[in-house]
């Protein structure tokens, strides 16, 4: 299991692992791998258990021939009604999948998407644990992949028998601090430009990759020094970006400033946002300060963050409309806040309305694509508090006030005393 990512292709064959994956779920519209939305829906007055609905998922992606040619409500049928000739069916799949040294991956992701309703989401996404359960216990060549946001994983929905076996361990996508300028150098060595070549005399012992006969083209792999040493990728970012986020040491260091300032609430920063962030302080550097002896300004840097902030922003706000809805009701408070505050300003603004009207508005649109979980109980602010907290857009302190990362703050609207300063005029 792991924390939320994309689903590849139907059946990707990646024959240097051995593994054929294959859509469970997942935000695109793919209607003959799985039920969208609202398929979904309708399927769950048809049964009982939505594990059930996720055995027809496998069974569709296994290519049962039993329910080749079927309707989702008719494949869903003949999976409650013929256990025993699906258990026979299961079996062959995993039998042939071992002949062939293969492992069959079934993905599930974007779990958001799975129904308006909280409560039914995680109904749904406890069926979904149910079946890689069952197929890591029961199977040893076809499994399950989760990816899921680890606020979703307090339901206690979840808590079915064995399920520590699942969510106790759970594999983070978490990018270290090493992980992402690991990455701006990845980058560095393999662009398109002149810059590559330059990079990669600066810094040698690259690994030369040929790609495929098809593609010619040729990558780069980086020495770990540069990869994961951050002794050496600081000295290489201070030659970039210089030592200070200013005139000396009590503005911060470049290197640590920058993810820093990106990190939401559990600590965690998304690479497209750090790389957001760079691409805006070259080209702000470039404007206004061609003259600097670095490539990177320091003000450039800030002014990414404000950049990178609105990019966060904007994908919170696609992924999770009913945050957007929430924080920006705090739109022109200042950080650290107290709780109370908070639910004033959420009681007198009737939130709760707010969000209820705004999942209305996207279920009336009756566009699969906009379908989006909102929280558990609209009504009940202390637990909104406590679900941003577990999103990472809000954070406690230890004296219980509230606090906001740069990463959500600036672009909401929400200041802070000698932080970055939120974004005006947009």
């Known amino acids: 299991m792991a924390r939320h990512g994309r689903i590849p292709p139907a059946r990707v064959p990646n024959g240097d692992l051995g593994i054929d994956s294959t859509a469970g779920f997942g ?3 793919a209607p003959s791998r799985y039920p969208g939305p609202t398929v979904l829906a309708a399927l769950l007055q048809r049964t009982t258990d939505p594990f059930q609905i996720w055995r027809t998922v496998l069974a569709t992606a296994l290519e049962v021939h039993d329910v080749a040619g079927l309707t989702w409500a008719e494949r869903l049928d003949w999976v409650q009604q013929n256990p025993e000739p699906m258990e026979h069916a299961l079996a062959e799949a995993d039998k042939a999948a071992g002949e062939q040294g293969r492992t069959r991956l079934i993905l599930f992701d974007a779990l958001e998407h799975l129904h308006e309703d909280r409560s039914v989401t995680d109904t749904l996404v406890a069926g979904v644990l149910r079946l890689a359960l069952e197929l890591r216990t ?17 339901s206690s929905q979840l808590h079915f028998p064995d399920s520590s076996k699942l969510i106790a361990n ?5 990018w270290t601090e090493t992980n ?3 990455l701006l150098f990845h980058l560095l060595g393999n662009a398109e430009s002149g810059i590559s070549q330059q990079f990669r005399t600066a810094h040698p012992a690259w690994h030369e990759e040929r790609r495929a006969d098809t593609d010619r083209s040729t990558r780069y792999r980086a020495p770990t020094t540069l990869s994961g040493d951050a002794a050496t990728q600081q000295r290489i970012f201070t030659d970039i970006a210089g030592p200070y986020m200013g005139t000396d040491h009590r503005k911060g ?8 300032h990106l990190m939401d609430g559990i600590g965690q920063v998304s690479p497209r946002s750090f790389l957001s962030a760079l691409a805006t302080a070259v080209q702000d550097t470039r404007t206004r300060y061609a003259g600097y002896r670095y490539a990177l300004h320091f003000e450039g840097i800030r002014r990414g963050v404000q950049a990178a902030s609105a990019v966060r922003v904007g994908e919170i706000t696609e992924d999770l409309p009913w945050v957007a809805v929430a924080v920006e009701a705090l739109a022109g408070t200042q950080v650290p ?3 109370e505050m908070i639910l004033e300003r959420w ?3 009737r939130l709760g309305d707010r969000l209820i009207e705004k999942a209305t508005e996207i279920n009336k ?3 699969e694509s906009k379908v989006r979980t909102g929280p558990r109980d609209p009504a009940n602010y202390p637990q909104l508090i406590e679900e941003l907290v577990q999103l990472g857009v809000m954070s406690p302190r230890a004296n219980g006030r509230i606090d906001l990362p740069d990463v959500y703050r600036v672009a909401f609207g929400i200041g802070r005393r000698g932080g970055v300063p939120r974004i005006r005029g947009s």
Do not use: Q
């Open 180 to 182: 992402l300028y690991g």
């Open 27 to 29: 935000a695109e519209l």
């Open 337 to 339: 806040m107290d709780p």
């Open 253 to 260: 260091h470049t290197y640590t400033w920058l993810p820093n």
């Open 365 to 367: 649109s009756r566009d």
């Open 347 to 349: 009681a007198e603004g």
């Open 138 to 154: 029961r199977t040893k060549n076809l499994r399950a992949k989760v990816f899921i946001r680890r606020d979703m994983l307090t």
């Open 170 to 174: 759970p594999a983070d996508l978490t």
